[in-house]
């Protein structure tokens, strides 16, 4: 009997002298010694591995329970051309037994080193040195620290679940590059917008802009030069028409320094993120192809972004495919009792963005069962069949459908195509008959002056100068309507305070007025009982005083009503006196 024993230096084949003792409860006895070892085993051949990688090549096949290359050329000169293929290999896996006996046409038995037999597996392990002979054991201890080392870096840099992490940074970090660059360039455009406000008209491209601003420098060297390069030849003569005519004002030597410098910002981060999108459309297509196939690039990896991971998003249903990063609106939803979303980041695929707007639900649905497939396909498919040419397979045949499904739900919605051929009614076409009249080529077309091809660059530029100059008026009138409001505010409440002050001060005087009368009337009627001589003059007096001080009070009155009756805007009203008889 032959036993296999893979080791940090190679595999090793041994011959079993007693077969046995392997069903004998005392099988560890036979290792407690060197020697007893060697007697029990005996080594017939060693396979080294000639490098690093090959060792861990051929390790990872015996983990997953394949037969290796190594493994392979080791057992066909050892045992199959040696004629001892009739005796039988013991090894420690089933399924790399499975895969032995299968190709070489071996008898292979295994024994796990879970069950009883891992005595004989435990005992090589600790005689290894004994049963090698020359072996150092701190050669065997550095050799296998080394292997286990590179076998651990192997499996994290080729493991599908680490790879889509890449995945979730690129997509994260292209967002922001995005973001960088709308807040660089919009910095670019205003601040060389003083110098030549007409070329945020023109160039619409930030990157364009960038470029042109960093070619050109001050205006006055557009004339001389060449944007060949950047602008086609109808923007570029527009630019150099709108640069002589330009209303910007001067700025300084360092200040177009400091503005170069912001350009070649924009031009290197917009460079960066061509080659990141590149880099994500080649992950996304090794990664999960029949995803990309359906939702493209961007979208799947924000779905596998959102989610985590493409396993997580693999055990996600199609409803929550569809619904993926509006949660925040499905949860309001909910709490309002209104209708839930139809669709989230899916929103953005190519199938949902042409469809018609009463179709864009039902779109996304069936987008979002079709992802989910080809998700799980993506997910839990081997490497090795990613690799293949027909991996997008599946997705490709999807999308197919859903184009079709698409293209007939548009018909029924018109009212036309597929209704009409159910029916049976058939589309009446004109037939199509040769008519004699001829037309003759009109050769003036062909003269083209040159005075309007010249033209029009300038016309272009001087549109350009004219919207500028109208931005500015309209800002100008803005400002000055601000502070004609702020003006006319300050000056409306002033009056209505002094308005109420007048009116508060009147009143409080004819308040006073009135207690001072009550208190002379008092004091006048303790002199009236001491003296009763003088009753009918003090009376009279009484009177008049009374008399006068009603006056007062009714004159006071109608001053405060006529006050308040401006404040508020309406015009007082006169009395008119009634004519005596």
């Not at 050669?139 to 599908?160: E, N, Q, V, Y």
């Not at 005519?245 to 001067?250: L, Q, V, W």
């Not at 058939?426 to 003269?447: L, P, V, W």
Request: glycine share 6%; proline share 3%.
């Amino acid at each position: 009997m032959l036993v296999l024993y893979e080791t940090p230096m190679g595999y090793c084949l041994f011959k079993l002298t007693d077969a046995a003792k392997l069903e004998s409860a005392d099988l560890y006895k036979e290792f407690e010694t060197p020697e007893r070892a060697n007697k029990l085993l005996k080594l017939k051949a060693l396979h080294r591995f000639t490098s690093t990688a090959t060792a861990v090549e051929d390790l990872t096949a015996v983990q997953e329970g394949k037969l290796g290359k190594g493994l392979k050329k080791f057992l066909t000169e050892e045992v199959v051309e040696k004629g001892k293929g009739k005796e039988s290999l013991v090894v420690v896996d089933s399924h790399l037994a499975h895969s032995i006996s299968k190709k070489l046409s071996i008898k292979v038995s295994a024994l796990s080193p879970l069950d009883d037999h891992g005595e004989l597996w435990r005992g090589i392990r600790s005689q290894i040195a004994a049963l090698l002979d020359g072996l150092d054991p701190k050669d065997l201890a550095t050799m296998s620290l080394g292997l286990s080392h590179s076998l651990s870096r192997f499996k994290l840099k080729f493991s599908p679940n680490k790879v889509d992490t890449m995945i979730v940074q690129a997509i994260a970090l292209l967002d922001d590059l995005d973001k960088e660059i709308n807040i660089y360039a919009m910095r670019v455009k205003e601040w060389y917008g003083w110098h030549f406000p007409e070329l945020a008209k023109i160039v619409n491209d930030n990157a364009a802009y960038a470029k042109v601003v960093s070619a050109m420098g001050f205006r006055t060297n557009a004339a001389t030069t060449s944007f060949e390069k950047i602008l086609p030849e109808d923007l570029e003569a527009v630019v150099k028409a709108a640069a002589e005519i330009s209303m910007g004002t001067e700025i300084s030597e360092s200040d177009i320094q400091h503005i170069h410098a912001l350009c070649n910002q924009i031009i290197a981060i917009s460079a960066y993120r061509a080659q990141l999108a590149e880099y994500l459309r080649n992950r996304m297509n090794a990664i999960a192809p029949n995803l990309t196939a359906i939702v493209g690039d961007l979208v799947g990896a924000r779905l596998i972004a959102h989610a985590g991971s493409l396993l997580n998003l693999a055990k996600f249903p199609a409803s929550t495919v569809q619904i993926l990063g509006a949660e925040k609106a499905l949860f309001r939803a909910l709490k309002t009792k209104h209708d839930t979303p139809k669709y989230g980041i899916i929103y953005h695929a190519s199938l949902v963005g042409q469809a018609p707007p009463k179709l864009k639900g039902k779109m996304a649905r069936m987008v979002a069962t079709k992802t989910a497939l080809s998700i799980r396909v993506d997910a839990l498919t081997d490497a090795d069949g990613k690799s293949e040419e027909q991996a997008p397979l599946v997705g490709l045949e999807n999308r197919s459908k859903l184009e079709s499904r698409l293209r007939a739900l548009e018909h029924q919605l018109d009212g036309s195509g597929v209704r009409q051929f159910a029916d049976g009614s058939i589309k009446n076409q004109r037939r199509f008959s040769m008519k004699g009249d001829t037309q003759t080529y009109n050769t003036a077309t062909d003269a083209v002056g040159l005075v309007p091809s010249q033209r029009e660059p300038l016309e272009v530029a001087m549109k350009a100068v004219l919207d500028v100059k109208e931005e500015k008026q309209k800002a100008k009138e803005e400002k000055k309507a601000k502070r004609k409001t702020e003006k006319e505010e300050p000056s409306a409440e002033a009056v209505a305070t002094v308005d109420g002050m007048d009116v508060d001060e009147e009143l409080k005087e004819s308040k006073k007025e009135k207690k001072r009368k009550r208190r002379e009337s008092e004091v006048n009627g303790q002199a009236d009982a001491d003296q009763p001589n003088g009753e009918v003059a003090e009376t009279e007096e009484e009177r008049k005083a009374r008399k006068k001080a009603r006056k007062a009070e009714k004159k006071a009155a109608e001053a405060a009503a006529t006050v308040s009756a401006a404040a508020d805007g309406e015009a007082p009203k006169k009395k008119k006196k009634k004519s005596e008889t």
